[in-house]
């Protein structure tokens, strides 16, 4: 499987980005779907996920701003950023596998996933 991330850039906070994340390979649309992020100096923490019924999960420092979503016939998960803070500086990452019964546990699903892109940066100014 593999993944390809995009939609990085730079804006001022308050501004808003689409990260799309597609996969190809033998990933399925039953899998679950997730991004996650890591700024420097911190640990990766898990942003959204969406699992394969469409069911999602947000780390509470974003409910509200971002949304998850994916796209099963292209087999893309998309995270769009609202309302960007400069603390959402990071690099993001999506992830994907079966990951269950985990799926929508953030503070487990990274553990599970076995299938990573290599990123895309996301810079917000203040």
């Known amino acids: 499987v593999q993944l390809v991330e995009s939609g990085g850039g730079s804006v001022q906070a308050g501004g808003s980005l689409r990260l799309s994340c597609a996969a190809s390979g033998v990933a399925s649309s039953r899998y679950c779907m997730g991004w996650f992020r890591q700024a420097p100096g911190k640990e990766r923490e898990g942003v959204a996920v969406i699992g394969s019924d469409g069911e999602t999960t947000y780390a509470d420092s974003v409910k509200g701003r971002f949304t998850i979503s994916k796209d099963n016939d292209k087999i893309t998960v998309y995270l769009q950023m609202n309302s960007l803070k400069p603390e959402d500086t990071a690099m993001y990452y999506c992830?994907?596998?079966?990951?269950?019964?985990?799926?929508?546990?953030?503070?487990?699903?990274?553990?599970?996933?076995?299938?990573w892109g290599k990123g895309t940066l996301v810079t917000i100014s203040s």
């Open positions: 992830a994907t596998d079966f990951a269950y019964p985990a799926c929508l546990d953030l503070r487990r699903v990274a553990y599970y996933m076995n299938y």
